[in-house]
T-cell receptor, first 111, second 112 residues
């Protein structure tokens, strides 16, 4: 069945790079997403990548997609305390209105 | 633009009570969704509406009903609340076909 897995916690020091990893199972994914959720708020789309791309860069964010291994990663350069949040990986399954979300990775940034 | 708004923000219910969660979007989006978020789990889709006038079940529809009142509004109803429905409920919308979903701030529901 469809599943998206990610580690639950990541702790980094301010100024370091953060890398959040995700694996998915459905090879028919059309889009893959990274969402950010701050405490008490809804999910906010950070970035997304089409399934036919390998990499996407957007300011401090770099998304890498390895379709062969069904692995998606989000790199945040120069991580700041304001980046502390839960980050959700998600995939959109082609052919239907269906997005599968991972359980979220809670990023702690230490000053 | 307010984006996606949800009411109420918090609610406490007793087992067996009913309530309706409201959601509205002002972005002229065609598709709208209801998710629930539970600790340690990703969002799970309850119901969605691909376009005005249509609704379909998602992954966890049991115990819920929805109404797509018009293009802007999509409500979620719990007819007889159960403690297992304690969760945070998110409404989302997108222009079409899941390109980018925009989320509301959530409704925190506690069923005693």
């Amino acid at each position: 069945g469809e599943d998206v897995e990610q580690s639950l916690f990541l702790s980094v020091r301010e100024g370091d790079s953060s890398v959040i990893n995700c694996t998915y199972t459905d090879s028919s994914s059309t889009y893959l997403y990274w969402y950010k959720q701050e405490p008490g708020a809804g999910l906010q789309l950070l970035t997304y990548i089409f399934s036919n791309m390998d990499m996407k860069q957007d300011q401090r964010l770099t998304v890498l997609l390895n379709k062969k291994d069904k692995h998606l990663s989000l790199r945040i350069a120069d991580t700041q305390t304001g980046d502390s949040a839960i980050y959700f990986c998600a995939e959109s399954i082609g052919g239907g209105f269906k997005t599968i979300f991972g359980a979220g990775t809670r990023l702690f940034v230490k000053a | 633009n307010a984006g996606v708004t949800q009411t109420p923000k918090f609610q406490v219910l007793k087992t067996g009570q009913s309530m309706t969660l409201q959601c509205a979007q002002d972005m002229n989006h065609n598709s709208m969704y209801w998710y629930r978020q539970d600790p340690g789990m990703g969002l799970r889709l309850i119901y969605y509406s691909a376009s005005e006038g249509t609704t379909d079940k998602g992954e966890v529809p049991n115990g819920y009903n929805v109404s797509r009142l018009n293009k802007r509004e999509f409500s979620l109803r719990l007819e007889s609340a159960a403690p297992s429905q304690t969760s945070v409920y998110f409404c989302a919308s997108d222009p079409s076909y899941q390109e980018t979903q925009y989320f509301g701030p959530g409704t925190r529901l506690l069923v005693l």
